[in-house]
């Protein structure tokens, strides 16, 4: 099961589950408002497994690592006759769970970052770079990517160099391979088997799961989510960001260098709120003038943590629900409509407890817990095509989605970058000598 960490508590006190955590910051130790961690007081002593166990100063776990570590905890979880809830928040890391993948395999011969570029410096190279070089030995894949997505780029360049296939090949063989051994058979739930492999030979899925998505209004979460950073504020963020900092500084002390562009570095609210906590170490900055800083980082994290929001929505319809399709088990997820706070126990608990028990008794789910609006909409986006990143060399942006590249022409910054340059050192020459030239004046002519 992969649900939210406040209904997975629900869920697992009254279905006898632990809970796997799937958010890649909150596996770092410490930092619990940074990394938004359920408190120890509201997980009601259901056991809680991969939080808090990465130190600061080790790097990121690769794909890899994180699915081999997860199997071992749902297998022993199982083992003792309870049920694993993986609580999702890194979707690489849920998607990679589900869905067995040559490409987790082949991510998981090489443990660690250091290993891996120490092997292939062209993976510690900046993210133009190694999409230069994924250009000119997949072209397709490297298509897919924004220049900026130095994560995704790398991943592609380690598979290509662990495996000698281009990946775009080797995606294809996946897909073909998919097609051929299920032909169009539909899976339906077996709760009776929850966390175990399905049992119709079917293995590309690892196990017979239940999603559970719970849906919300982006206008609406978009509220709620200001009013989370806004608490997670006085509840002290700014203060573990001046812990980082000080972390920082003295690793840099002792002449250790640590990537800030990943691990617990790229938590949201670290970088947005760092030049206020800097400055307020500085005695130059007026106490108005640190406020304003203060305000402009508080709102900078908000923007950040809305954006993050829609990435997930976006990986959800575009990439889980497509992988879903593709493995014809569309039917393993139920959406769970938690738009309204204040209807939370009706809406969202109740509701998936019913689901929960429907699902453990290996029953077919009814179709009616699903949003009709949404889960046509979710189908319609099944059908899209893959996204493919495109360029605009007037604008020097990337776009990538079609819907992007189709308004881009439209919007203001491409028309004002489409306007012909205006020559103004033609129009308002500044020597007498340009004067001259600019009037067809000539100094021969006085006299």
Same mark, same amino acid.
């Given at each position: 099961?992969a649900?939210?960490?406040?209904?997975? @508590?629900?869920?697992a006190?009254?279905?006898?589950?632990?809970?796997?955590?799937?958010?890649?910051?909150?596996?770092?130790?410490? #930092?619990?408002?940074?990394?938004? +961690?359920?408190?120890?007081?509201?997980?009601?002593?259901?056991?809680?497994?991969? #939080?808090?166990?990465?130190?600061?100063?080790?790097?990121?776990?690769?794909?890899g690592?994180?699915?081999?570590?997860?199997?071992?905890?749902?297998?022993?979880?199982?083992? *003792?006759?309870? #049920?694993?809830i993986v @609580?999702? %928040?890194?979707?690489y890391?849920?998607?990679?769970?589900?869905f067995?993948?040559?490409?987790?395999n082949?991510?998981?011969?090489?443990?660690?970052? +250091?290993?891996?570029?120490? +092997?292939?410096?062209?993976?510690?190279?900046s993210a133009?770079? &190694?999409?230069d070089?994924?250009h000119?030995i997949?072209?397709?894949?490297?298509?897919?990517?924004?220049?900026? $997505?130095? *994560?995704k780029?790398?991943?592609?360049?380690?598979?290509y160099?662990?495996?000698? +296939?281009?990946?775009?090949?080797?995606?294809?063989?996946?897909r073909?391979?998919? /097609?051929?051994?299920?032909? !169009?058979?539909?899976?339906?739930?077996? %709760?009776?088997?929850?966390g175990?492999?399905?049992?119709? %030979?079917?293995?590309? &899925?690892?196990? $017979?799961?239940?999603?559970?998505?719970?849906?919300?209004?982006?206008?609406?979460?978009s509220?709620?989510?200001?009013?989370?950073?806004?608490?997670?504020?006085?509840?002290?963020? @700014?203060?573990?960001?001046?812990?980082?900092?000080?972390?920082?500084?003295?690793?840099?002390?002792?002449?250790?260098?640590?990537?800030?562009?990943?691990?617990?570095?790229?938590?949201?609210?670290?970088k947005?709120?760092?030049?206020?906590? !800097?400055?307020?170490?500085?005695?130059?900055?007026?106490?108005?003038?640190?406020?304003?800083?203060?305000?402009?980082?508080?709102e900078?994290?908000?923007?950040?943590?809305?954006?993050?929001?829609?990435?997930?929505?976006?990986?959800?319809?575009?990439?889980l629900?497509?992988?879903?399709?593709?493995?014809?088990?569309?039917?393993?997820?139920?959406?769970?409509?938690?738009?309204?706070?204040?209807?939370?126990?009706? $809406?969202v608990?109740?509701?998936?407890?019913?689901?929960?028990?429907?699902?453990?008794?290996?029953?077919?789910?009814?179709?009616?817990?699903?949003?009709?609006?949404?889960?046509?909409e979710?189908?319609?986006?099944c059908?899209?095509p893959?996204?493919?990143?495109?360029?605009?060399?007037?604008?020097?942006?990337?776009?990538?989605?079609?819907?992007?590249w189709?308004?881009?022409?439209?919007s203001?910054?491409? *028309?004002r970058?489409?306007?012909?340059?205006? $020559?103004?050192?033609?129009?308002?020459p500044k !020597?007498?000598?340009?004067?001259? /030239?600019?009037?067809?004046?000539?100094?021969?002519?006085k006299?």
């Amino acid at each position: 099961m992969a649900v939210d960490v406040d209904l997975a @508590v629900a869920l697992a006190e009254r279905h006898n589950g632990e809970i796997i955590n799937g958010d890649a910051l909150q596996m770092y130790e410490g #930092l619990p408002i940074a990394t938004n +961690k359920l408190p120890l007081a509201e997980r009601k002593s259901i056991p809680h497994h991969l #939080l808090g166990c990465i130190r600061l100063d080790e790097e990121p776990w690769t794909v890899g690592q994180y699915v081999e570590t997860a199997l071992g905890i749902i297998g022993d979880i199982v083992a *003792r006759g309870k #049920l694993p809830i993986v @609580v999702g %928040g890194t979707h690489y890391y849920m998607q990679s769970l589900l869905f067995q993948t040559c490409l987790v395999n082949i991510n998981a011969e090489h443990r660690t970052a +250091k290993d891996q570029e120490k +092997k292939w410096p062209i993976l510690a190279a900046s993210a133009k770079d &190694m999409l230069d070089e994924l250009h000119k030995i997949d072209p397709e894949e490297a298509s897919r990517w924004h220049p900026n $997505d130095r *994560r995704k780029i790398r991943h592609s360049l380690e598979v290509y160099l662990i495996s000698g +296939k281009k990946p775009s090949d080797l995606y294809q063989e996946q897909r073909k391979s998919i /097609a051929e051994t299920r032909g !169009s058979q539909s899976l339906s739930f077996q %709760g009776n088997n929850h966390g175990t492999p399905p049992q119709d %030979g079917l293995s590309s &899925m690892r196990f $017979d799961p239940l999603i559970l998505w719970l849906y919300a209004d982006l206008d609406k979460l978009s509220a709620r989510l200001n009013q989370r950073v806004e608490n997670m504020v006085q509840a002290g963020l @700014v203060e573990e960001v001046r812990l980082m900092l000080q972390y920082l500084q003295k690793q840099e002390q002792s002449r250790i260098h640590l990537d800030q562009k990943s691990g617990i570095w790229a938590a949201i609210g670290f970088k947005e709120l760092l030049p206020y906590v !800097s400055a307020s170490e500085n005695s130059t900055f007026t106490i108005n003038r640190l406020e304003e800083m203060k305000t402009q980082g508080i709102e900078r994290t908000q923007t950040a943590t809305r954006q993050y929001a829609r990435r997930q929505h976006r990986w959800i319809r575009g990439q889980l629900l497509r992988a879903l399709h593709d493995h014809h088990a569309l039917d393993r997820m139920v959406l769970v409509n938690a738009t309204e706070l204040s209807r939370w126990q009706h $809406d969202v608990e109740t509701t998936a407890n019913s689901i929960v028990y429907t699902f453990l008794k290996g029953e077919t789910i009814p179709r009616s817990a699903m949003l009709p609006d949404v889960e046509s909409e979710a189908m319609a986006a099944c059908a899209t095509p893959q996204i493919k990143a495109r360029y605009c060399d007037i604008c020097d942006t990337t776009l990538m989605t079609q819907k992007e590249w189709d308004n881009h022409p439209k919007s203001k910054r491409h *028309r004002r970058a489409a306007k012909t340059p205006v $020559d103004w050192q033609a129009l308002y020459p500044k !020597s007498k000598a340009q004067e001259n /030239a600019f009037l067809g004046n000539s100094p021969l002519d006085k006299g």
